[in-house]
């Protein structure tokens, strides 16, 4: 009787599983569809490389651009400018690896872990700022007319610095705190209002200079409007559509308009690699700049 009874028992329970595998074969394309997760779709691209720049100074690490069309770019010990045909213009030596730069009128701001260099668009040095915390990691800079902001990974702060140096004001230290795990923190100023990658949840902010909290968007996800993995956008840049955003994780960089929106694809198909992202810089929005450390080599994307 105690057999027959197993029996029974096993004979249910396998029905019930086969019965599970049935349903979820039935409506696992329904869940995909509604998390936005299209496999092996592939994407066009309206965007190709129009040109590339591999650079010997050292291991490249960041790019700014200015109006004028010159590319700033930075390295492990350098700081270089070079033109829109990328015809170097001068070279500057630095003791620190370069995280991030950015332009404003005719002053290159240039991070190092812990402090900002200030060169002249000519390429003289002309001051540096800080420390500022004893456990820094700056990741990002922005320099705008009035006031330069400054991410620091370390501290999970976005400081605001006005054109002396001196901290106005600071985010990230109440109860709005930025979810920072790794070394990808970025921030970018527009007017008086700047946008911060909060990484850890994936999503970019909108704070004023003054530190109020206006609006967020973002989420996970590998769909096109989303942000993958950990810690992204790990880098994007302000331009006239809105942004252009880099992804680790999944290797990709892409347009966003102001409100989050997808709109597409600079590159998808490549084969950089997934874990390492590409810093990216734009003025006008049609040409796109990617420095990949990896090759140390600039990207220069154009739409077709």
């Known amino acids: 009787m105690n057999k027959k009874l197993t029996a029974l028992l096993a004979l249910v329970i396998i029905l019930a599983f086969i019965g599970y595998i049935i349903y979820d074969a039935s409506t696992g394309s329904d869940k995909q569809e509604d998390s936005g997760i299209l496999p092996d779709t592939v994407y066009e691209e309206n965007w190709s490389v129009d040109r590339t720049c591999i650079v010997s100074e050292g291991k490249l690490s960041s790019v700014a651009v200015a109006p004028d069309g010159n590319i700033f770019l930075g390295g492990d010990s350098f700081v270089k400018a070079v033109d829109n045909n990328l015809n170097d213009l001068w070279k500057l ?3 620190q690896k370069i995280t991030a730069l950015s332009v404003s009128g005719d002053t290159v701001f240039a991070s190092t872990q812990e402090t900002i260099l200030l060169i002249s668009t000519s390429g003289k040095l002309l001051d540096e700022w800080g420390p500022y915390e004893d456990n820094s990691i700056i990741t990002s800079v922005s320099a705008g007319k009035n006031v330069i902001a400054v991410a620091d990974a370390g501290t999970r702060r976005v400081f605001v610095l006005d054109k002396k140096g001196v901290m106005r004001s600071m985010m990230g230290q109440s ?7 790794s070394s990808y923190f970025d921030v970018a100023l527009d007017g008086n209002q700047l946008f911060v990658a909060n990484t850890g949840n994936r ?3 909108t704070w004023t200079t003054e530190g109020k909290k206006l ?3 973002g989420e996970p996800g590998t769909a096109p409007g989303a942000f993958c993995g950990c810690c992204n956008p790990a880098h994007f ?4 559509q809105g942004f252009v955003t880099a992804e680790k994780g999944i290797n990709r960089i892409k347009i966003l308009d102001r409100n989050g929106d997808f709109i597409e694809f600079v590159s998808s198909q490549n084969d ?7 810093d990216v810089a734009s003025v006008d929005g049609k040409t796109i700049y990617a420095v990949n450390s990896v090759n ?3 990207y220069v994307y154009k739409h077709k």
């Not at 109860?175 to 795990?181: A, D, L």
């Open 93 to 95: 030596p630095a003791e």
């Open 203 to 205: 999503r970019v902010e």
């Open 215 to 217: 609006s967020q968007f």
């Open 175 to 181: 109860e709005e705190q930025f979810v920072i795990p």
């Open 272 to 278: 950089f690699i997934p874990s390492i992202p590409l």
């Open 237 to 240: 840049a302000l331009i006239p």
């Open 296 to 298: 140390s080599t600039l």
